[in-house]
């Protein structure tokens, strides 16, 4: 499995060489380019009971995630750029405040009782763009990140990054990771909240679908700068999600659980 999926890499930068050298530098063609790609990810991904749609829908996203982690590497000012009309097909952009970190989600079209999502984390360093690609593997956790919240601590700026996750009909679930950008290195296990027994770099939870089903709005995980605290939704011990919330402050170095 691994050598197919390295022979697959292998020919989208064969096949994308020449895009690549004709779409130069310029933020509409490069923006046309993944559009056209993303295009057909969504249109396999409807028909994908078709004959070798499958197969098709596989390929498009490994050239989208080869184009979109070469592009937003090779030209810093991606980082800034809206990419509308990849919004408009989906394409989920969340940037940090200071413009230094930002994640691409995409939904590969390719789950089966959930979602089934790629993530591009891209952030500067020296004047220069970096990329990381994060594919989730069947049977694992499959998110998106929605909001990046920027945040001053320790002397330095954390990234609390909320990603959302859908792995069936029926199961959800939420978090916020901390994320830092360390030596030129893009660190995801930043030490976050203290409890009682671990030091964490986030905060998750998972609830009923259910239990919302018919509410016009839920509570979301989300973090306020102002009081420097961490909320979250309280899930009973049946996975049903309620209308209370938890609360994390920080205290000078961590953030620890502020008793009800």
């Keep these: 499995?691994?050598?197919?999926?390295?022979?697959?890499?292998?020919?989208?930068?064969?096949?994308?060489?020449?895009?690549?050298?004709?779409t130069g530098s310029n933020p509409q063609d490069i923006e046309n380019d993944l559009l056209r790609i993303f295009q057909r990810i969504n249109y396999y991904g409807a028909h994908k009971k078709e004959w070798k749609a499958i197969d098709s829908l596989k390929k498009m996203n490994s050239i989208f995630a080869y184009k979109l982690k070469y592009y937003t590497s090779k030209y810093p000012f991606t980082i800034g750029f809206?990419?509308?009309?990849?919004?408009?097909?989906?394409?989920?952009?969340?940037?940090?405040?200071?413009?230094?970190?930002?994640?691409?989600?995409?939904?590969?079209?390719l789950g089966t009782v959930g979602y089934d999502f790629n993530n591009i984390l891209q952030y500067r360093v020296d004047g220069q763009t970096l990329s990381l690609l994060k594919m989730d593997q069947p049977g694992k956790e499959a998110y998106w990140f929605p909001k990046i919240?920027?945040?001053?601590?320790?002397?330095?700026?954390?990234?609390?990054?909320?990603?959302?996750?859908?792995?069936?009909?029926?199961?959800?679930?939420?978090?916020?990771?901390?994320?830092?950008?360390?030596?030129?290195?893009?660190?995801?296990?930043?030490?976050?909240v203290k409890t009682p027994t671990a030091v964490l770099s986030r905060l998750y939870y998972?609830?009923?679908?259910?239990?919302?089903?018919?509410?016009?709005?839920?509570?979301?995980?989300?973090?306020d700068?102002?009081?420097?605290?961490?909320?979250?939704?309280?899930?009973?011990?049946?996975?049903?999600?309620?209308?209370?919330?938890?609360?994390?402050?920080?205290?000078?170095?961590?953030?620890?659980?502020?008793k009800s």
């Excluded at 998972?206 to 973090?223: G, H, N, Q, R, T």
Aim: with cysteine.
């Design 149 to 192: 919240y920027t945040f001053m601590a320790n002397n330095k700026t954390i990234y609390l990054a909320v990603y959302n996750s859908v792995m069936s009909a029926n199961k959800a679930g939420q978090g916020i990771r901390a994320y830092a950008i360390e030596k030129g290195v893009l660190n995801g296990r930043v030490p976050m």
């Design 82 to 109: 809206k990419f509308t009309s990849l919004v408009k097909e989906r394409l989920v952009i969340a940037t940090s405040a200071d413009g230094m970190f930002r994640a691409y989600s995409w939904d590969t079209k």
């Design 206 to 223: 998972e609830y009923s679908l259910l239990s919302v089903a018919d509410w016009k709005a839920f509570p979301s995980i989300y973090f």
């Design 225 to 258: 700068n102002g009081t420097k605290t961490i909320h979250t939704p309280l899930v009973d011990y049946s996975g049903k999600m309620t209308h209370k919330l938890i609360t994390y402050k920080f205290t000078g170095r961590f953030f620890e659980k502020v």
């Design 1 to 22: 499995m691994k050598a197919f999926k390295l022979f697959v890499v292998f020919c989208c930068c064969t096949i994308s060489a020449n895009s690549f050298a004709q």
